[in-house]
Nanobody, 126 residues
Framework: VHLVESGGGLVQPGGSLRLSCTTS????????LSWVRQAPGKGIEWVSD????????DYSDSVKGRFTISRDNAKNTLYLQMNSLKPEDAALYYC????????????????????WGQGTQVTVSS
């Protein structure tokens, strides 16, 4: 199983970036996926989820309305469109494959993460 993030970089506050996570070694369309991030000196922070067919997405309050998660099951690729970036969004961003799924009120959620990428760095600074 491989997950490889890309698309990070340096951007000014208010700018945009699009992260990608290319994958291999598993049936992409069978798996829910997430983006998580870690800022220097801080713990892992969940950013966004998407279920296997892309119909269900979820976002942390800190990014809701600014970030959009999506997936292309034909290309085995996960995306994160990040707009209106803030300095507090600066972090190492990881994509992660759901280890299992649980359902709450008929919506799927990850029950842990099985595999992670190596991360892509996002820096937001003027």
């Amino acid at each position: 199983v491989h997950l490889v993030e890309s698309g990070g970089g340096l951007v000014q506050p208010g700018g945009s970036l699009r992260l990608s996570c290319t994958t291999s070694g598993f049936t992409f369309s069978d798996c829910g996926l997430s983006w998580v991030r870690q800022a220097p000196g801080k713990g892992i922070e969940w950013v966004s989820d998407i279920n296997r067919d892309g119909r269900n997405t979820d976002y942390s309050d800190s990014v809701k309305g600014r970030f959009t998660i999506s997936r292309d099951n034909a290309k085995n690729t996960l995306y994160l469109q990040m707009n209106s970036l803030k300095p507090e969004d600066a972090a190492l961003y990881y994509c992660a494959r759901w280890a299992a799924v649980f359902y709450s009120r008929d919506r799927p959620y990850p029950a842990g993460y099985g595999d992670w990428g190596q991360g892509t760095q996002v820096t937001v600074s003027s």
